[in-house]
């Protein structure tokens, strides 16, 4: 059974259209992530599911049901929401109640509740205190309590990792994890972050200018992108895209791409039934780029490049080389120890079986 | 050998350079204050001098008496309008109107503000404009149209009819003040409580409410000394016992049967002044500070 259905789904603030024609479903238990860039409708398609919003037109089921004009405390939803919004008046533990009060929950199911949850998030010694009075990961940790204590049909949030450090974001994204994997409740997350998104979801959900870019598995959603945006997006550094051609060459097509003064041949992946003189967008992941040692010359899907190194950038657990590529910058991946040197021209191995093709016009994959 | 001064951070100069700013500064602020404070004062001493002395040295000038029968004279004997019951009356006139105007008229700019910034509907923007508007219109402009509804309604003359009149003024103010407060809570809150269950009245009960002291304090004194201190309404729709304080003042010099009672009249002034000067006193650092605090640090 869906635990969320969009049909059809569009939005619209006075004449400016924020969300076109959305099609998205959770399966009960999925974790369904929305990822894209500020302003593609993400966090308003969030509202509207959660019935902050309102629907311009479309239809939204919640668990079967039919919810664009039902109140927001009648969908059996829960939310986190990025600023947390924490009442700053109430204790921790009237933070949690008050969604139950409202509800009329009697007294003893109220504390049983507050005690479940403040143990699984380990915030049972804070349930006295005010939220100015806690850290950042420790108002995050409330707002998820006030979420769980409901135990609704879908979980929804909002950005909840975007408030804290770095190093925190990390560790409550394996505590998301974790919990979701202990509850395994349907739940809807919007982020920015794409590493968030590939980490947390069961499926993706990608958005650009308010329209759907692609909804699938993670793996399938950043090993074949549906086009070059979703392929830009996803993953740091980005994918490189060099505009090449079509051409025949050793007796069956072959991909030209043009390197400063001349250009390079490349194996045409597999399975692709590309025609002399059509032209191409070649999108090559950074890791999809190591040295040619020329052992591996032999394979049909390895092709070289030969690229001078321009800039290397180590992080420690890699080096970042930028490359050039006639007007383009190509960058790469290297293990620290197999990092090349600013200036010395590099023989580059391009994994062509792990490349994609996208259409120029459409920016479609092929 | 110089005493070595602390560090200031701060010090753009040597230390006799800023004496002298600090000097320049100060010593003019101490004369406005001073002449600011100088017939408060005047007020002050003429209350305890007996008649004839005042008459003899005149009123401006040191005091050789002390009496502080001008006092209870003012409050409960002194002859106004034909009675003799001194001031008592027309004060507790003045808290009759100004208490529940005070309080209903914050009540309702509370939900005023809480409505129009948290509950928005098409025109609510509009809306409020045109009642701010009521902060920059004149009280004479009103005066007739208020006089036909006091009229009509049986109230003129009445303590309700002047509660009714500064509620209705008021709420422009307390409107105003509320609303840009409540503007600067997050919506956030508002729309956790919504998924939460709660409602309206449940939300401004427990997230609003419990959130706004400091501008409610502001509100409370901004009206309390506005409308005791009004003298226009007072003076137009209540006459003789029926008065404010501030309106029955006026009674009281004009009273031209007997010679003129400056001490009793400085009493009364100062009686007059008091609630106000009080609640400032107590709650005047409440009113700056909820003026300059926003409603979530």
């Known amino acids: ?366 | 050998m110089a005493s070595v001064a602390a560090y200031d951070p701060l010090a753009t100069s040597g230390s006799w350079r800023r004496t002298q700013a600090k000097l320049l500064v100060y010593i003019p602020l101490a004369i406005f204050a001073g002449y600011y404070l100088l017939p408060f004062v005047i007020v002050i001493l003429n209350s305890f001098r007996n008649n004839e002395e005042i008459f003899q040295n005149g009123l401006i000038s040191l005091p050789t008496s002390f009496d502080i029968t001008p006092w209870f004279t003012a409050w409960n004997k002194f002859c106004v309008g034909g009675t003799c019951e001194g001031i008592a009356p027309n004060f507790y006139n003045s808290l009759k109107m100004t208490i529940p105007a005070t309080i209903i008229s914050t009540a309702i700019g509370a939900i005023n503000g809480y409505v129009l910034s948290k509950w928005r509907f098409r025109g609510s923007e509009f809306l409020f404009g045109a009642m701010t508007l009521g902060v920059f219109m004149p009280g004479q402009m009103v005066l007739l149209p208020w006089a036909f509804i006091l009229g009509n309604l049986g109230l003129t003359n009445t303590i309700a009819g002047l509660v009714l009149i500064h509620t209705v003024q008021g709420i422009s103010f307390t409107t105003l003040f509320c609303r840009n407060y409540y503007v600067n809570i997050p919506d956030d809150l508002i729309k956790a409580a919504r998924i939460d269950g709660a409602g309206f009245w449940r939300i401004f009960n427990r997230i609003i409410l419990p959130l706004s002291p400091p501008i409610l304090i502001v509100t409370v004194i901004w009206q309390f000394t506005g409308i005791w201190n009004d003298f226009l309404y007072g003076v137009i729709f209540s006459s003789g016992r029926g008065q404010p304080i501030t309106a029955a003042l006026i009674a009281l010099s004009a009273n031209g049967t007997t010679v003129r009672e400056y001490n009793i009249m400085s009493s009364a002034v100062i009686i007059g002044a008091l609630p106000p000067l009080l609640i400032y006193f107590f709650g005047g650092r409440y009113f700056i500070r909820g003026l300059t605090q926003g409603a979530i640090k």
């Open chain 1, 1 to 366: 059974m869906a635990s969320l259905t969009v049909r059809n789904l569009s939005k619209s603030f006075g004449n400016v259209e924020v969300l076109k024609g959305i099609d998205l479903e959770a399966e009960t238990g999925e974790f369904v992530v929305l990822v894209g860039p500020s302003g593609c409708g993400k966090s308003t398609l969030l509202a509207m599911i959660a019935g902050l919003e309102t629907i311009t037109s479309g239809e939204i089921a919640i668990g079967g049901r039919v919810v664009n004009h039902v109140a927001p405390k009648d969908r059996d939803i829960a939310m986190v929401f990025q600023s947390y919004a924490l009442y700053p008046t109430m204790t921790v533990r009237q933070n949690i109640t008050f969604g139950m009060e409202s509800r009329g929950v009697p007294r003893p199911v109220q504390d049983e509740a507050v005690a479940r949850v403040s143990a699984l998030l380990k915030i049972d010694q804070l349930l006295h205190r005010k939220p100015a009075q806690l850290s950042g990961g420790q108002r995050q940790r409330v707002a998820m309590g006030r979420a769980l204590v409901r135990d609704p049909l879908l979980f929804l949030f909002d950005e909840p990792l975007s408030n804290l450090d770095a190093k925190l974001r990390v560790e409550m994204r394996t505590e998301i994890k974790k919990l979701y994997k202990t509850l395994g409740k349907t739940t809807i997350y919007v982020t920015h972050d794409q590493v968030e998104a590939m980490t947390l979801a069961t499926r993706i959900a990608v958005m650009h200018q308010g329209r759907l870019q692609q909804f699938d598995e993670p793996g399938t959603v950043y090993g074949r992108p549906a086009n070059m945006f979703v392929a830009g997006f996803m993953g740091s550094p980005a994918m490189n895209f060099l505009p090449a051609e079509v051409v025949s060459g050793e007796g069956q097509p072959m991909i030209a791409v043009a390197v400063g003064s001349g250009r390079a041949l490349l194996p045409l992946p597999a399975d692709t039934r590309l025609q002399p003189g059509a032209r191409v967008v070649l999108g090559v992941r950074p890791e999809h780029l190591s040295r040619h040692d020329g052992q591996r010359a032999g394979r049909g899907t390895i092709g070289r490049i030969d690229l001078p190194v321009e800039v290397v950038e180590p992080t420690g657990a890699e080096t970042i080389v930028v490359l050039r590529a006639g007007e383009r910058e190509v960058i790469a991946r290297f293990e620290p120890d197999a990092a090349p040197k600013e200036g010395e021209v590099v023989p580059l191995a391009i994994d062509m079986g792990r490349a994609c093709l996208f259409d120029p016009d459409t920016e479609r994959l092929i």
